[in-house]
Structures are given as structure tokens and as C-alpha cells.
């Protein structure tokens, strides 16, 4: 099979909602998983991209749905029979996902400030009370962020965006 055009690919995610994005890209994952689709391989580079620059954005949804549908998407990749090695060699041919899951920072604003300040990882309470005062202030920033944010509630938009990628 031949898939879409990879440029008209790139051209209509660019208009998709976040919402449209997400279940869009969750169509094209299983299409190629249940049919054999190759067709849709074109689409998935761009609709992670844009996924990716709305949830960047700030663009989210009030009550997390997109979040989790982005993430149980993600989660289709743990579900894959044993000895289905194709989906994988797909998915990975696809064109741009390579470049865009080995060379894109898909971290989001928040992961991404954490790690630019703390690139070891998060010190734990204790060893910020040593730390020089930038350190410090940007240390309680960054708690503070995460507690208004109620990072690890099932409830929690934020708790989801891109662990899909970053875990899978």
C-alpha cells in the first residue's frame, strides 16, 4: 500500500482542533493496526506535531479528556501481539516519526523548565534548603506550579500530556 501524501498530510493537521488532532491520530494508530492501513502512515508525524504545539499552546480542555485520549492512544503500543513486529517497523517508517520522536523536545513548558533548572532531576526537599538562591526560588517555583497544578490526581489534565511518548 501507498500511503497519503505526506505534504497534504502536513497541511490538514495544521487546522485540526487539539480534540480533532487527538482522535484523529487514535483512528489512524488503529487503522493500521486492525486493517493493515499503511495509507495513514503520513499523518502520524503531523498529528503528533500538532498535538504537540497545541498542548505547548496551553491549549487543553477543562476537564482532561484529551489528555487521556492522547495518552490511551499511546497505551495501543503496549497492546500489541507478540510477534507483530510490522505495526512497529510501520510506525517507525512512517515518514517524519523518526526525525520528530528521536530529535523533538516533547517534553511539556512545565517538564521543560523543570529540566533546564535541575537537569539531574528534581533534588528533594532537603537538598534545596542548600541550594543558591536562584536554585532555590526557581526549586519553589516549580512546586508550587505542581501543587497548583495536582500533578499525579487521576483527575489532572497535565498528568497525562505526553506521558504517552515519554513512557512508550
Not at 32 to 54: C, H, N, S, T, Y
Not at 140 to 168: R, V
Request: hydrophobic share 50%; net charge negative; proline share 5%.
Amino acid at each position: 500500500a501507498v500511503c497519503n501524501d505526506p505534504a497534504a498530510s502536513v497541511a490538514a493537521a495544521a487546522k485540526l482542533p487539539l480534540a480533532a488532532a487527538a482522535e484523529k491520530l487514535r483512528l489512524c494508530i488503529v487503522r493500521l493496526g486492525q486493517e493493515r492501513d499503511f495509507a495513514v502512515a503520513a499523518d502520524f508525524a503531523p498529528l503528533l506535531a500538532r498535538v504537540k504545539a497545541q498542548f505547548n499552546a496551553g491549549g487543553t480542555d477543562a476537564g482532561g479528556d484529551v489528555e487521556m485520549a492522547v495518552h490511551s492512544t499511546g497505551r495501543i503500543f503496549s497492546f500489541i501481539p507478540e510477534g507483530q513486529d510490522w505495526f512497529f517497523d510501520a510506525f517507525w517508517a512512517a515518514p517524519g516519526v523518526a526525525d520528530l520522536l528521536l530529535r523533538e523536545d516533547l517534553l511539556t513548558p512545565d517538564a521543560r523548565r523543570r529540566k533546564a533548572a535541575f537537569p539531574l532531576g528534581m533534588p528533594d526537599c532537603d537538598a534545596a534548603r542548600g541550594m543558591d538562591e536562584w536554585h532555590q526560588a526557581e526549586y519553589e517555583a516549580i512546586e508550587d506550579a505542581e501543587e497548583e497544578a495536582s500533578y499525579g490526581d487521576a483527575t489532572d489534565a497535565g498528568a497525562y500530556k505526553f506521558s504517552f511518548l515519554l513512557f512508550h
